[in-house]
């Protein structure tokens, strides 16, 4: 229920047909992905060259895949309307990009994809994730290239133009963090890539009539009848030129695989599949682990939606108990609460966008599975509110082991102070589950509260590949360990 925050969403298309139109298909991709970010979309397609479509605002808000003579005539007399014609947009070779800001504000400037020109090339980029080594590079940098915004896909950019003019893609190796990245260069070329620890998803995959890369492997399937999905690997950069798909490694150093157990645990749809788990039973896996590992017994168990929906599923078939949805989310109510800014504007959203169904609450005895907690900006709330729709009791399971440390790689929670656990007087050097637990439950009021543990969740997964900073304050880059960072994260 409580939102989480990511960077952004991207695809890149290209169509085999010449004279096809692929404007509808990334608009389409954009929709699919906007659960990614939604504080602006974008797309580039080739037309002749590079042009690009952007604005800030929801994908809906900016696009209009209407067609009908209506708009049409309302366009042509110059009347309001705001919306740029999906129809109008030409070409058959595109990406398309939605953002959540991590680096710079959310103004225009900063809205994807960015349109580099330098070192003789011509390109657009749009990117998922965050380069934590940005302000560094920025500095470098500032000398160097002409730099007109305040993002980090800027210097991905200009790194990228300078590998595509020296055929050696070493500058891409100083960029720390997460980066799944896909460009159109202004010959026609798809190009995609992935950081080194293989932090952020991004799959491709191509049938007789395209080639598609996108963040999550879900948009493959959809737009293709046969297709064959893979995963672009860590460190690994893919070019597609319309006749032949190329690979190869990036000159980055070393290092383990980290994908990053978000990704399963919030982010991604449940329809994807990354590094060859799919989401949906990884979900479920971990709702079954909750359930193995703290037996009890009750009359139902719900979820808090979206987010807990196949984990309470999981614990439900796993322990017997019964599954019921008794929290009802707005569908027509679009923002989720980590998305949006401000923690009043937090809480306003997380308390309209739910209503309760009272005659499947009254007396019962009920477990409440939830994906994680982050701020702890609705779990109180949910649970008092549950007990005054008259439950008996109400006890607490989360999906994700505690939040207990920021991340610097496209999640929006950067800082210690609003992290729900820190507030309760753990950090990294006092972790204890067991303690963590019960001043957890003290907190929001529940009758029992678990989470569960890092173990538990590897074992869900199927992977020992995973990121777990948040979860244990241990991050892959050296510059980055939490404690040199306390004095500015603790402001």
């Known amino acids: ?22 404007s509808f298909h990334i608009y389409w991709c954009l929709l699919a992905l906007q659960h990614r970010g939604h504080e602006s979309a974008g797309m580039t397609v080739f037309d002749n060259g590079l042009k690009t479509y952007k604005d800030i605002g929801f994908v809906k808000d900016i696009f209009d895949s209407n067609t009908s003579s209506f708009v049409k005539e309302k366009l042509r007399r110059h009347e309001p309307h705001g919306k740029i014609l999906i129809e109008d947009i030409q070409g058959h070779i595109g990406i398309g990009h939605v953002r959540y800001a991590t680096q710079g504000p959310d103004v225009y400037e900063n809205v994807q994809p960015l349109e580099i020109k330098s070192n003789g090339f011509k390109l657009a980029v ?42 050696n893609f070493e500058k891409i190796s100083e960029l720390d963090g997460a980066y799944s990245v896909v460009a159109l260069t202004d010959d026609q070329k798809i190009i995609s890539f992935r950081d080194p620890l293989g932090l952020r998803p991004l799959s491709y995959g191509f049938d007789e009539d395209m080639f598609v890369v996108a963040s999550e492997s879900c948009i493959l399937n959809k737009l293709m009848d ?14 597609y030129d319309g006749n032949r798909l190329s690979k190869q490694q990036l ?25 060859g788990v799919i989401v949906l039973q990884a979900r479920k896996n971990l709702g079954k682990m909750l359930a193995k590992s703290y037996e009890m017994d009750a009359d139902i168990v719900t979820p808090l939606p979206d987010g807990g929906r196949f984990a309470a599923k999981g614990f439900s078939e796993e322990s017997g108990i019964p599954y019921e ?22 809480e306003h959203i997380a308390k309209e966008k739910i209503s309760f ?51 610097f790689f496209g999640i929006d929670f950067p800082t210690f102070r609003e992290l729900f656990v820190n507030k309760l007087g753990i950090t990294p050097d006092n972790y204890d589950l067991e303690t963590i637990n019960e001043r957890a439950r003290e ?24 990121c777990t900073s948040c979860l244990d304050g241990v991050y892959p880059y050296d510059y980055l360990p939490y404690q040199s960072l306390e004095p500015f994260l603790r402001i």
């Open 126 to 167: 749009g990117f998922n994730g965050t380069i934590s080594n940005y302000s560094h590079l920025r500095g470098q940098c500032s000398s160097l290239y002409h730099l007109k915004t305040t993002c980090d896909t800027e210097i991905i950019g200009e790194f990228l133009s300078e590998g595509l003019k020296r055929n």
């Open 357 to 407: 169904v009272d005659d499947l609450i009254a007396g019962k005895k009920i477990i409440l599975v939830d994906d994680s907690i982050v701020r702890g900006t609705t779990t109180q709330n949910i649970v008092k509110r549950l007990r005054e729709k008259g439950a008996r009791e109400v006890h607490l399971r989360i999906s994700c082991p505690p939040i207990i440390a920021p991340c």
């Open 251 to 275: 000159p980055c150093e070393h290092k383990a695989h980290k994908h990053c157990m978000f990704e399963w645990v919030y982010f991604a749809r449940p329809d994807s599949k990354i590094e």
């Open 443 to 466: 907190h929001t009021g529940a009758d029992s509260l678990y989470y569960n543990s890092i173990e538990n969740l590897k074992r869900a997964l199927g992977l020992n590949d995973i």
């Open 1 to 22: 229920m409580e939102s989480k925050k990511e960077a952004c969403g991207v695809c890149g298309i290209y169509l085999n047909d010449p004279q096809g139109q692929v």
């Open 226 to 239: 046969k297709t064959y999905v893979y995963d672009v690997q860590p460190g690994e950069m893919i070019i």
């Open 325 to 346: 949805e008794v929290i009802v989310r707005d569908r027509f109510f679009p923002q989720r609460s980590f998305i949006k800014k401000g923690q009043k504007n937090r």
